[in-house]
């Protein structure tokens, strides 16, 4: 299985009033370790929007964990597993960490869609080739 | 059942080159019809926080659903529902919606946390008793 | 001179682990006032914008200062005045105050932009015009 | 002249529905870049803060130039360079580029606050003699 991991530094813009993360903000780290994922793979979302007419991953579900807090100035790990790729979805599993403990655990799923219109679309064949190859590599 | 519902516009800052609202976003939407919910049952949660040394609401699990995109300028509503208090957690069921339809939903389980430390801890009771007396008009 | 009034509640989101507002989210708050006072001008950003073909204000020049803090929970307003209109530009003076009082000063340039490409644009006549017709009611 | 060099990509929670990154978003890019040169000095902010008893930087004014538009996946550079120290203040030059380009230009003045309260403060003076160390280095 691919283990992708991307470090993030927690700055004064992610904490809140409580002297922790706030916890619509490790939903933004899990994003960041995805496109790194992704650009990994040799495909830029940039690319793949088109200005707005082609498409992108968008989060159709997503279940998530807190488990302990992060605070100001840590160093924090995202660790993502591509586990699942469907015709038109795609699942994750990512945890943030701190010092190899598990802070916050995701579950996520990605549906493709056009940006034109916000439709759901299957992945095309050269996009689902290649994350299917990488699961392969397991 | 008490049925709280909170009208949120949509914003620049709220939305993404997608088009669209981020998908983190809708959880600063939920969060603030929680907060107003909370403030509706006659507590403020500066009160609470007691300039870092009080307690504070922690979101310990969440489930969500995107199902429709919001977009630049939509006027929606938040609906939020109380569904369980425990000794030391709630449970919220909340939709996102826009002229009645649902975009997001969101299961939100909250734990209750002293700020020094971040320790778990059990609802005052005095607050629990005012939850309590809410769903019991139910 | 026309002068626009709007609310802002400060919620978790917008604070930081100092417990008062990030210095970046008055900023928000401002460009919230800005769309609603153009939204009373009767025009929707949204259909200017018109799904990436259209135009957009896009801020060029700042200047803020910062005299005092919201916290959490403050109910702030943000004052609204519309000082300059040129060929393509608006100046903006606003001021968040909470309480009748100062709490942040923002100077904001804005030009109109092509969204397609980014260039600056002239703004269209019409807008313009009404603009126009705002500040010669002072 | 001390000039610190910080990297940062664009990522989708940066953007806005024009298809840039939105105008506040380059102040968290600045500030992250003022932390770790702050951190390059051997100074933590989050032991300055103390769990909320100790001290902040706070920016008191800023005047910023919009020039051009950073876009999803660009790989941005912040550079900041520190041009005054005084008794509670200090001031940075600070531009985002890409490419050697000059996107956004940023003047920022901080002053140093009790983070109990509020209140304004001289830099204590540890740090004042650390800060000056830096600039007589030129």
């Known amino acids: 299985m691919i283990i992708h991991h991307w470090p993030v530094r927690v700055y004064w813009e992610d904490t809140d009033a ?3 993360v ?13 496109t790194e994922f992704v650009r990994d793979l040799g495909l ?3 690319e793949l929007a088109d200005g707005g007419k082609g498409f992108a991953f968008a989060v ?3 279940e998530v964990d807190y488990k302990k807090s992060a605070r100001l100035d840590d160093m924090l790990e995202v ?6 790729v469907n015709g038109a979805s795609a699942r994750f599993d990512q945890r943030i960490t701190r010092d190899g403990e598990d802070l916050v655990k995701l579950n ?23 994350l299917n190859d990488r699961l392969e590599e397991r």
Chains 1, 2, 3, 4 share one sequence.
Do not use: K, M, W
Request: glycine content about 10%; aromatic content about 8%.
């Open 18 to 20: 409580g002297g922790i």
């Open 22 to 34: 706030y916890h619509s903000v490790y939903l933004n780290f899990a994003e960041r370790a995805r």
């Open 44 to 46: 830029s979302q940039h």
């Open 60 to 62: 159709s579900r997503l």
């Open 79 to 84: 660790v993502t597993r591509l586990i699942e």
């Open 108 to 130: 996520v799923r990605l549906g493709f869609v056009a940006l034109d219109g916000g439709r759901p679309s299957r992945l095309p064949q050269h996009l689902r080739q290649r």
